[in-house]
């Protein structure tokens, strides 16, 4: 069975950083892009970021690029996501999600992790 599973989410001041695991199992990993999205109060799941399954290829939106940094260990089957200079509006619930490579959907999912940035 497959298991997307995050952590380091918390209560952050603005202007603070945060660093967000998701340890996967049961996934071929290396195969995989991995994900991240988050969906804040009142509002639809948006996309965060993505690291393809090959090379070091990262995509960012535009909303979080300069501040945010995705990597993966494919050796821990895990990707992260650095998290610096958090603004009120980054507070939402963060999911961790995987794809195969030729799909165009996401398959796999974690529960979420909730990151809250205070003013």
């Known amino acids: 069975q497959v298991q997307l599973v995050e952590s380091g989410g918390g209560l952050v001041q603005a202007g603070g950083s945060l660093r967000l695991s998701c340890a996967t199992s049961?996934?071929?990993?290396?195969?995989?892009?991995m994900g991240w999205f988050r969906r804040a109060p009142g509002k639809e799941r948006e996309f965060v970021s993505a690291f393809g399954s090959t090379g070091s290829s990262t995509y960012y939106a535009d909303s979080v690029k300069g501040r945010f940094t995705i990597s993966r260990d494919n050796a821990k089957n895990t990707v992260y996501l650095q998290m610096n200079s958090l603004k009120a509006e980054d507070t939402a619930v963060y999911y961790c999600a995987a794809r195969e490579s030729m799909k165009y959907t996401y398959d796999y999912w974690g529960q979420g992790t909730q990151v809250t940035v205070s003013s």
């Open positions: 049961g996934l071929t990993f290396r195969t995989h892009i």
